[in-house]
């Protein structure tokens, strides 16, 4: 895409403003990609110390609901731990740092996502985001009303449990322990020779904890591995299926607009964006993965052309509107749900009699 520049008024009464697109707009966003040094190395002795002071408090707590209380947010924890692992394999922090290596390698096992198969399966999703073909590897896999309405009844049942609530909540079993290890594997057993054995040192840890102390194996181990996974497959999840969402074809898709129209901006507070990296500045995160993630925040409102984008939230009502986004309906702009796409087909074939 050229250089284009297309010309855009708020109101009938505001100046006209100029939108950057195509290389300008990409250009626009390099100074943010520039890291800052002892912010990325502050942001991960921060993580490491708040996560290693729960597991302290876990410990000397002794009620065993503040104990889960606790193994919550120490599964918070992890989530930001895992953004920041995720940021370095985009080459956003510690670039050509040979000391955070095995640091992030060691964080990699811990999540379970070793870097052979976050990386690929990443890089693809940033390749192919809201794709209708094509795009569900790093995501969850997204139709259009045509094609569901062609698919076989065990293709549909597939991808109706792959998108269910429950999927996302069992994710340390579904997303990572089968999809971030075991199908990896499976598909390629050389390049991904680690995955299954991050898998099983996991839970031989979790098994070693049990024999140890059972408090610490359930409510410091197995609890925010829940937590942790539960709310990175909601994320994967919601940042890219919301109601405003707008999804294109191989042939009309588009690298910029996949970014900022099938891409949330997921609002949260303060506390909850610092837990989970800033990675719900997710459009801004997609319009350019360089960007280190304590620099997302600033890139949004330094740029206009990222100031309005697609919203969701942790509020109920918001997580109600995301899950019904299971079938892109061209014809109307939106997601719709699995049973208005099996109405429209009936009415069609209805009509058609």
């Known amino acids: 895409m050229g250089a284009l ?3 855009t008024a708020a ?3 505001a100046p006209e403003v100029d939108v950057r697109t195509g290389t300008d707009l990409m250009r ?3 100074p943010f990609s520039q890291e800052i040094a002892w912010r990325s190395w502050w ?9 290693g002071g729960l597991f302290a408090l876990l410990i000397w707590i002794e009620p065993w609901w503040g ?3 606790v193994g919550m947010f120490i599964g918070l924890s992890i989530v930001r731990l895992f953004v920041l692992y995720h940021d370095y394999c985009h080459g956003a922090l510690f670039r050509r740092n040979k000391l955070a290596k095995p640091i992030m390698t060691v964080i990699g096992w811990y999540t379970m996502a070793v870097p052979s198969v976050w990386r690929e399966s990443h890089n693809y999703h940033h390749a192919n985001n809201s794709k209708l073909t094509g795009s569900s590897i790093g995501s969850y896999p997204i139709v259009s009303k045509g094609v569901w309405n062609v698919l076989k009844d065990k293709q549909k049942k597939q991808i109706k449990m792959v998108r269910h609530p429950l999927f996302m909540l069992l994710g340390l079993f579904t997303t990572f322990a089968v999809g971030m290890s075991i199908s990896p594997f499976m598909r390629d057993k050389k390049g991904h020779m680690w995955a299954p054995v991050a898998l099983f040192v ?4 979790f098994a070693t904890l049990l024999v140890v102390d059972w408090q610490i194996a359930l409510f410091g181990w197995l609890l925010p591995g829940l937590v942790s996974c539960a709310a990175g497959s909601y994320l994967f999840y919601a940042q890219h299926n919301f109601p405003e969402a707008r999804f294109r074809g191989r ?13 949330s901006m997921f609002d949260m507070s303060p506390i909850m964006h610092w837990f989970t990296g800033y990675i719900g500045y997710h459009h801004v995160h997609h319009l350019n993965h360089t960007i280190p993630y304590y620099r997302l925040r600033e890139a949004m409102e330094a740029l206009p052309e990222l100031q309005n984008p697609g919203r969701t939230s942790w509020a109920i009502k918001d997580i109600m509107a995301a899950l019904r986004c299971q079938v892109w309906d061209p014809e109307v702009g939106r997601m719709v749900t699995f049973a208005e796409a ?10 058609a009699k």
Do not use: P
């Open 5 to 7: 520049l297309t010309r």
């Open 11 to 13: 109101s009938k009464q």
């Open 28 to 30: 626009a966003t390099k």
């Open 43 to 51: 942001g991960l002795a921060q993580s490491i110390l708040v996560h």
């Open 67 to 69: 104990k889960a209380a």
């Open 202 to 205: 996991w839970w031989s840890v």
């Open 251 to 263: 042939r009309e898709w588009d690298f910029q607009v996949a970014a900022l129209e099938s891409s």
């Open 342 to 351: 099996d109405r429209a087909r009936q009415d069609e074939a209805v009509a």
